[in-house]
């Protein structure tokens, strides 16, 4: 990885976007120091930390980088980007001319398709910056210090939350367009780094056995994301040969490779966000006492941990049957000459591959399941490891991200033939 970026950064092009997401991510984490308005924020981190901080609300703030416990203008973070995308890749679905946007549009289609989320994401922006004042307000503490502008306070809080929300998602555009890319897993990935300091601190608080446990079983995953990452299942596929003219085509053999992490984290962070929702509601209103809080909504319940467990594997298999199309494959195989051996072009051809991707897709929602699950059953059996920070859904982000840096800074100097990168 440090040689993949000494590398990129002997090159020109490439120092400069290097230096520009630097740049960008700087700007975001001196927003994440920026405090709204009328938010006695000491008083909320204290109300936070005794209340919230092992609920839903503190994978919040580990994804907002500790600006949500601290009523920052950026403390919504991507969750309104995340979750306008979710609500429109759903709706592409369910409605035909936003899916023949998404498939045929091209990239025209694809730009009003980037509309539709970012106006998305502002309305969602502003619904969840009320719903943050709401919490605020209910929360039985002297958070909102209006000192005499008590018409004011509202309006100036969701506005701030609602333009941070919009801020984080042009920062992360730019990102995506003039840096290195993958703009919003960028910030996710400098959010989720900056807390290591209390992960770390809160690790070498545990007993020694414990302790050992946790830095084992940090190691293992993300030597599991790392191999998993890398996997593919390979169909063989052949070519017949073809006469052109004078020229003979085809009549090789190839294979179509198809990873086994093929949805990567979408699916961990698309079950998070909707699993979420009761207890977000619950704890924006002040209801976070009962026995439906506690043993259903609540993040470390079993319960909930079999509701997040089955939104993965559904999220694992709408994201895939987006991404794949067997039929779609078939059809262009057949086109070029193409055929896996032993199945017939056509329908029997799509069946299999059908077969072949639902096999990888349990494989992968089981994989995800055992990566995000496990900080909830370890909370579960030992308490005392329920309030780390570095939770499995925050290490398969942190391994993922750099991962994807890295092979597209590869894939950049690569297009440049740099001859000490071949070599």
């Keep these: 990885m440090f040689k993949t970026l000494r590398n990129a950064w002997s090159i020109p092009e490439l120092r400069k976007k290097l230096i520009f997401t630097v740049l960008i991510l700087l700007l975001f984490r001196i927003g994440n120091f920026i405090p709204v308005p009328f938010v006695n924020t000491q008083m909320l981190a204290s109300y936070f930390k005794l209340n919230l901080s092992g609920t839903i609300l503190g994978l919040y703030d580990a994804m907002s980088g500790s600006a949500f416990s601290t009523a920052t203008i950026l403390a919504l973070g991507i969750q309104p980007y995340i979750n306008a995308s979710i609500i429109v890749q759903l709706l592409s679905v369910a409605i035909p001319a936003l899916e023949r946007l998404s498939k045929e549009g091209g990239e025209e289609g694809k730009k009003k398709i980037n509309k539709i989320t970012r106006y998305t994401t502002i309305a969602l922006g502003l619904l969840m910056g009320w719903a943050y004042y709401m919490m605020l307000s209910n929360s039985?503490?002297?958070?909102?210090?209006?000192?005499?502008?008590s018409f004011l306070a509202p309006v100036v809080i969701i506005l701030a939350f609602a333009a941070g929300s919009t801020v984080v998602m042009w920062l992360g555009e730019q990102i995506t367009e003039h840096g290195i890319g993958n703009g919003i897993s960028m910030?996710?990935?400098v959010n989720i780094v900056s807390r290591l300091d209390e992960g770390i601190v809160t690790t070498f608080s545990l007993v020694w056995w414990q302790m050992l446990i946790v830095v084992a079983a940090v190691a293992l995953l993300i030597l599991l994301i790392v191999w998993v990452n890398d996997a593919e299942r390979r169909i063989p596929v052949q070519y017949a040969k073809r006469v052109v003219g004078r020229k003979v085509y085809g009549g090789q053999n190839t294979n179509l490779p198809i990873k086994v992490s093929m949805t990567g984290v979408m699916p961990v962070i698309f079950a998070s966000s909707i699993a979420s929702i009761p207890a977000t509601i619950c704890t924006f209103a002040g209801k976070t006492s009962g026995w439906w809080y506690t043993n259903v909504f609540s993040s470390n319940s079993w319960i909930y941990a079999g509701i997040y467990f089955l939104l993965?594997?559904?999220f694992s298999w709408f994201y895939a049957s987006i991404q794949y199309d067997p039929v779609e494959i078939s059809n262009n195989m057949k086109k070029n000459g193409g055929f896996v051996p032993g199945f017939r072009p056509g329908k029997p051809t799509s069946d299999f591959i059908k077969k072949v991707i639902n096999k990888i897709v349990v494989f992968g929602a089981v994989y995800l399941s055992i990566?995000?699950?496990?900080?909830?059953?370890?909370?579960n059996l030992m308490p005392a490891m329920g309030s780390l920070a570095i939770g499995g859904t925050s290490v398969i982000i942190v391994v993922s991200v750099a991962l994807?840096?890295?092979?597209a800074l590869e894939a950049q100097m690569l297009m440049r033939h740099y001859k000490g990168?071949?070599?």
């Design 404 to 407: 994807e840096t890295v092979k």
């Design 371 to 379: 990566v995000a699950l496990l900080p909830i059953v370890a909370g």
């Design 187 to 189: 910030i996710l990935f």
């Design 312 to 314: 993965i594997f559904f």
């Design 421 to 423: 990168f071949l070599d």
């Design 140 to 149: 039985g503490y002297a958070i909102i210090d209006n000192q005499g502008f």
